[in-house]
T-cell receptor, first 112, second 110 residues
Framework: EAGVVQSPRYKIIEKKQPVAFWCNPI?????LYWYLQNLGQGPELLIR????????DSQLPKDRFSAERLKGVDSTLKIQPAELGDSAVYLC??????????FGPGTRLTVT | GDSVTQMEGPVTLSEEAFLTINCTYT??????LFWYVQYPGEGLQLLLK?????DKGSNKGFEATYRKETTSFHLEKGSVQVSDSAVYFC?????????FGAGTRLFVKA
């Protein structure tokens, strides 16, 4: 079974520029998560989807972050405009049962 | 409310040493318990799990037993290798929400 796929793996942008991350979850996993992981910290949930519905986006900074999962499969997380403090690793995870999660390799974002 | 307390790191061991990373929980029910591992530059991987009291999860030589009497789920390995150097997470789960702490960083020296 293929794992969670994320792209790009690395992204360097200047502040105030937009950036987008893509995630393809494991086939059959209806639940999809986006996490932010700062250096030396654990992942922090940004948003959780059940199929195409965002059921928990309470921690998503909606002034600059947006996400979508239009067909209930792939998802895109966008930041516009990016700030220096957004430099982090963005992890996507998926789950079949809403508890046991499988993570992608992450996208390391550097904002200069 | 429910909570999980994980041992702070870093933990530094020599190769072939015995490993214990403590994880204790408080919960009104019996949540599923997990250990995840994150190797450098990678995402988290599910290492093992236990879904009910007295269950023992095991994988890659690691074990953890869901102990109801001590409300613990300590991670153990009898003989660590340099390749086990990573960050280990014992997250709090419940209500479709998983909360990860900072994890415990393990360094294994050759």
């Amino acid at each position: 079974e293929a794992g969670v796929v994320q792209s790009p793996r690395y992204k360097i942008i200047e502040k105030k520029q937009p950036v987008a991350f893509w995630c393809n979850p494991i086939s059959g996993h209806n639940t999809l998560y986006w996490y932010l992981q700062n250096l030396g910290q654990g992942p922090e949930l940004l948003i959780r989807y059940e199929n195409e519905e965002a059921v928990d986006d309470s921690q998503l900074p909606k002034d600059r972050f947006s996400a979508e999962r239009l067909k209930g499969v792939d998802s895109t997380l966008k930041i516009q405009p990016a700030e220096l403090g957004d430099s982090a690793v963005y992890l996507c995870a998926s789950s079949r049962d809403g508890v046991e999660q499988y993570f992608g390799p992450g996208t390391r974002l550097t904002v200069t | 409310g429910d909570s999980v307390t994980q041992m702070e790191g870093p933990v530094t061991l020599s190769e072939e040493a015995f490993l214990t990373i403590n994880c204790t929980y408080t919960a009104t029910g019996y949540p599923s318990l997990f250990w995840y591992v994150q190797y450098p530059g990678e995402g988290l991987q599910l290492l093992l799990k236990a879904t009910k009291a007295d269950d023992k999860g095991s994988n890659k030589g690691f074990e953890a037993t869901y102990r109801k009497e001590t409300t613990s789920f300590h991670l153990e390995k009898g003989s660590v290798q340099v390749s086990d150097s990573a960050v280990y997470f014992c997250p709090k789960t419940g209500g479709f929400k998983t909360i990860f702490g900072a994890g415990t960083r393990l360094f294994v020296k050759a």
